[in-house]
Structures are given as C-alpha cells and as structure tokens.
C-alpha cells in the first residue's frame, strides 16, 4: 500500500522562471514610443529622397534638343534618353526600398504597425521629393526661352522629366517587400508555451486512491 498524498504533496512545481533577456529579441515599446518611431522613419526617409534627386540629375540622360530660330526639335529623334530618365529613377529607387528597409529593421526589429507605416509613407515622400527636386535642379522648364537664350543651330538640353509616374512606387514597394521578408526572415519570434503540469505521473496515469 502506498500512503495517500498529502495536499502539499500534490502541489506543482515552481514554475519556471520567465526569460529576462528575451532571447536576443528587442521588445516592442509603448504605443506612444512606437508612433515616434514612426514618425523618425518617416522624416528619415523623405530626407533621403533629397539625397535620391540629387543622383537622379546627376545620372539620368539628358534629351538634347536643336532649334532652327522658329521651332525646337530633337537632335536625335531617335535617341532614348527620355526612357533612361523614367528608368533610372526607378532604378535608383528600388535600391533605395531595401536599403532604408534594412536600415529602418536593423533600428527597430520588433517592428509594430506605426513604424511600417512610417516607413511606407516616407518612401511615398521620399519618391515625390526625388521627383520635384530633380526637376527643379535639371534644365530649365521653359523650352522656348531657353532656345532663344543659346542661339540657333545650338545644342542644349530638355527639362528633366518623370513621364512614368509609376516609378514614384518603386520605392515604397521595395521598401515593403524587403521590410516584410527580413521581418520573416529575422523578426522576433513569439515565446513558445510553458508546458502544463497536471500533478501526476504521466507514466502511471493512477491517482492514490487507486494505488
């Protein structure tokens, strides 16, 4: 016969204790501090897209143009700069989406939906400051003045255009995908359970009044 179990008997062990450091993974701070961050991504990123128009004059094609005193046209008819342009910013753009995706991860790793926001909307800002700022700083946008300013016969150059707009979303979508796979990637996992303890063996499955 076995004796019967005191109730002290019958009580779990202590329970393991919770794991301080966290594995390694950064812990998400408050809602207050996690729309700051958002909000610091976002303003990094459009500051970048000053950096992005600056490369975008400086390696985009230029489209040279010929005036003959009465009407402008292209000296190459056939030429494909105004393409290259429209091509490289979107170029420039996806490497920019997974550069400051990686940067924006590397900083804040156990993410939240504020920073993914702030990190699409300042790719969006990002893209559109490229844009303008490119423009702005490339040949001048009136065509005609600047015919007559350099002479007939004279070579100068159109104004820097994006003519496909769809390349101000090569940034943000790079930006997202590159986000979203190092966070499946990478991202922090969530704590496995503890497992139950019933009290009992799990050998015998009897309980004392059966032993």
């Known amino acids: 016969m076995t004796a019967p179990l005191s109730p002290h008997d019958q009580q779990p062990p202590n329970p393991p204790a ?20 958002g ?24 489209i040279p143009l010929i005036s003959d005193g009465s009407a402008v046209y292209l000296k190459n008819s ?16 996806l490497g920019f989406g997974v550069l400051t995706a990686a940067a924006v991860f590397w900083w804040r790793r156990a993410g939240g939906v504020a920073v993914v926001v702030g990190l ?12 303008r700022l490119g423009v702005a700083l490339g040949p001048t946008q009136n065509v005609v003045a600047h015919a ?21 979303l090569a940034w943000p979508v790079a930006a997202m995908a590159t986000f979203l796979a190092l966070t499946s990637g990478f991202g922090p996992r969530d704590p496995e359970p503890t497992p139950h303890w019933d009290g009992w063996s799990a050998g015998s499955g009897e309980t004392p009044e059966q032993r």
Do not use: H
């Open 18 to 37: 919770p794991d301080t450091d966290g594995g390694g993974a950064q812990e998400r701070p408050p809602l207050g501090g996690e729309l700051r961050d």
């Open 39 to 62: 909000a610091i991504a976002a303003a990094a990123l459009a500051v970048c897209g000053l950096v992005l128009g600056l490369l975008w004059v400086w390696l985009a094609p230029r």
């Open 78 to 93: 056939e030429g494909e700069q105004a393409i290259g342009a429209d091509g490289w910013f979107a170029l420039m753009g």
């Open 120 to 131: 699409a909307v300042g790719a969006v800002l990002g893209s559109v400051i490229a844009w």
């Open 148 to 168: 007559k300013a350099v002479g007939p016969n004279k070579v100068f150059y159109a104004p820097l255009e994006l003519r496909a707009k769809g390349a101000l």
